[in-house]
């Protein structure tokens, strides 16, 4: 027991030594840039850029070649998100839902990423949900699918 203890406890010292905890200049750059690693990332990045900035060319960065295209015939990132993906705010907060992550959920080349979006439309509070597909090309995550709120209810 005792060297278990022992070994625990020099993991642990060891562990609390490091470099110098001042960002370096090239630490903050790459934090700047979006991390091509996390999917779930990547996919609030598309989003925070489509409808946060309305910027349709910096989404364009972070989405797979065929949503590239689509969203380029539209113009603009809001006529892209009101016409294709029914997404139409004033406000909106872009988060991710980890309520229903699953590791089987995550493949080599591509997952499925919740996102939830929570903001204001005309002065009343709007909540969607929307399951995105990423892809993995060339080693960075790209969005390849947005389907539609699974919550949504449609006038019958």
């Known amino acids: 027991m005792k060297p278990y203890l022992g ?4 993991v ?11 960002p370096s200049s090239a630490q ?11 999917p779930q990332d990547v996919a609030v990045h598309f989003f925070v850029s489509l409808l ?3 910027d349709a060319k910096e989404a364009q960065k972070y989405a797979t070649g065929s949503v590239g295209r689509i969203m380029g015939g539209y113009g603009s990132a809001k006529a892209y998100a ?11 907060e872009v988060s ?10 995550f493949y080599k080349d591509r997952t499925t990423v919740i996102l939830n979006f929570i903001g204001t439309k005309d002065g009343n509070k709007v909540h969607q949900f929307r399951e995105i597909i990423m892809l993995e090309e060339k080693g960075e995550w790209r969005v390849g699918e947005i389907k539609a709120d699974p919550f949504a209810r449609s006038a019958i």
Do not use: W
Request: net charge negative; with cysteine; aromatic share 4%.
């Open 82 to 92: 009101r016409n294709v993906l029914n997404m139409n705010f004033d406000e909106v």
């Open 7 to 10: 070994c625990l406890l020099a």
């Open 28 to 38: 903050t750059e790459a934090s700047a840039h979006v991390n091509s690693e996390s």
């Open 96 to 105: 991710i839902d980890k309520s229903n992550q699953s590791v089987r959920e």
């Open 52 to 54: 946060q900035r309305n």
């Open 12 to 22: 642990l010292c060891f562990s609390g030594c490091g470099g110098d905890s001042a």
